[in-house]
């Protein structure tokens, strides 16, 4: 039949899903032993190390399974062994927890830390909420952890301030600090700041594992998926409570200890904290002004001060999953290659920040706020004749988009376990990237009736009325359409990511801006094109003449008046300044940014109409 193309790229996550979400064959256990106690006490541990298994197969592989049977089946297995394993009846939880607020000390995730297994709520027509949400952000974060320590690379300024650490540092603390700098810049590349919707204090709309998988989130958020990568890595990763110029809390600047000191990265602004050069330390903060001085562009100013440091609160990071016995148990038993960090013991991560020099420490209740965050935003239901979506139809929409086993979901899966490149038998992200944008293609290919029969081939259920049909097709091709847009942006990252930096360009500038200039990711689009630019200016093959005028491309991305109200524009400022220093000819305020810190409320007004913080 004509769709037949169509079908081959329906069925093709078929094909790689192989088994489609059934259960592993359990190891057949070793023969009988002579003595009949052994023989049984060896059964019973090789059956609970088969249950294990089975949960551990699904996780390291999960771009090859059903996205709600992995999630049924881990929850399970684990369960079933955490129950024969036996929890400790004398264990009891971290102290820190008591001193949370009262509120969230009563919220239902964070009672029977002690005794509960993995918890698996249900929420209406979707099969997040549950614990393995947590779990399967902690694999993505190992994943694509490992893949950045591995494979990235210092930027030239960076890695000669790196010959200007103290001799003291061992080998192995110089590697963590070039760690941190590789996860903080993917991190910065990869999710694009946006403001949440309003009744959400920052960080508490999303968990880290969603804002990871749709690649936006505000700057608390940002923040978060830092921390996760890094803690992934052993480091210890942590936010920081800082009083603004106006005296308000906030907490996007991230520190991480490496030998002693505490590293400095902020998520808001999109750079480490620097005081001149390098990768501020909190003691270098907490010294005179230089920071400040540092980190202050000449359109805006720094809002952290000597004092804002001096004062600072760690806050340290763990969601209620994290806190229970179960984790902890789990985690314990994790001696393969799939070594993931899911446990954090707050007094043991205070102790060592005290020893560091952070006299305030406290365990801080966004985590947990968070984790509640779904539930508010499904109660926030659709109201007829609104202009902008309601927070539970955002929720569906994305869910449609990743919890599929379509070529989208499954490119963004093996983008965030670092499987860029094809592998036998098993195609890479950019492979199921590439399906995804061709997907429009060939569907309007075809005509009505091959269409409907194309969707019920792959199980779409579909009505029988043959109108609700043509609006159900028409509502797959309009969608077609957002995921060629989300490959070809995501195409791009991959590309900036493997430093193949034209390719980076054409898929930002000519296959995502140019043909979807209203994508919800224009402003990171154009902050990859400054970073595609900003690299090419360090290549020594070029001239004095070529890799200035790639500087000043990258500035003219980085301060386009398109990018007014991006939650970022403060950092690119700087980074721009950075790269060509204003001076007296060339120093010009934009009338853009002259509306931002001249008319508070122009900016306001600016910032409702740029497509970039607004789907």
Known sequence: MRFSSLFALLTLTSLILGCGGSKPNPKPSDGPSSAVTIAAQKASSDAQADVLQQALVLLEDLDQFNAEVVQREVLQSLNRWLHNRKLDSE??????????????????????????????????????????????????????????????????????????????????????????????????????????????????????????????????????IFINLARQQGLNAFALELADAEGKPQASVVGVEIAGQIYLFDAAYGLPVSSGKGIATLADARQGDAVSKAMTSSKYAYPYSTESFQNATALIDACSTSLLQAAIVFESQLTGKLRLRLAVEPSKVAKSL???????????????????????????????????????????????????????AIGRLLHLMGRFNNEVQRPGARKMYLFARSFELQVNKLNFREQVEAFQSQGMRLPRDVEQQRFFVEQMIQNAKGIKMIASYQLGQIALDSAQYPSAIDYFEIRTLKEFPLIPFASQARYGLARADMAISQDPQLTPEEQTAARQTAVEWLTSADDLASPQRRGNTLLAERLIPPTAATEKESSADKASTDNPDDAKSAAEKTPADSE
């Open 354 to 408: 005290q020893s560091a020099g952070i006299e305030k420490v406290r365990l801080w209740d966004v985590p947990v706020v968070a984790e509640d965050g779904l539930r508010l935003r499904l109660r926030d239901l659709p109201v007829a004749g609104a202009s902008q979506p309601s927070q539970a139809q955002l929720f569906y929409m994305e869910r449609q988009l990743y919890d599929q086993s379509s070529p989208l």
């Open 91 to 224: 264990w009891t939880p971290d102290p820190m927890i008591a001193e949370l607020p009262e509120e969230v000390r009563n919220m239902s995730r964070m009672q029977n830390l002690a005794t509960s297994y993995f918890r698996d709520p249900k929420y209406p027509n979707t099969f997040r909420g549950s614990d393995y949400d947590y779990i399967e952000g902690c694999v993505w974060a190992f994943s694509l952890s490992n893949y950045i320590r591995q494979q990235g690379v210092l930027p030239a300024e960076i890695a000669d301030w790196f010959k200007s650490l103290p001799e003291s540092y061992s080998n192995n603390q110089r590697e963590d600090l070039k760690t941190a700098y590789l996860l903080f810049d993917w991190t910065v590349r990869n999710i694009q700041l946006r403001n949440e919707a309003s009744q959400f204090a920052p960080g508490t709309a999303r968990e880290p594992w969603e804002a990871l998988q749709i690649g936006y989130g505000d700057s608390v958020e940002r923040a978060r």
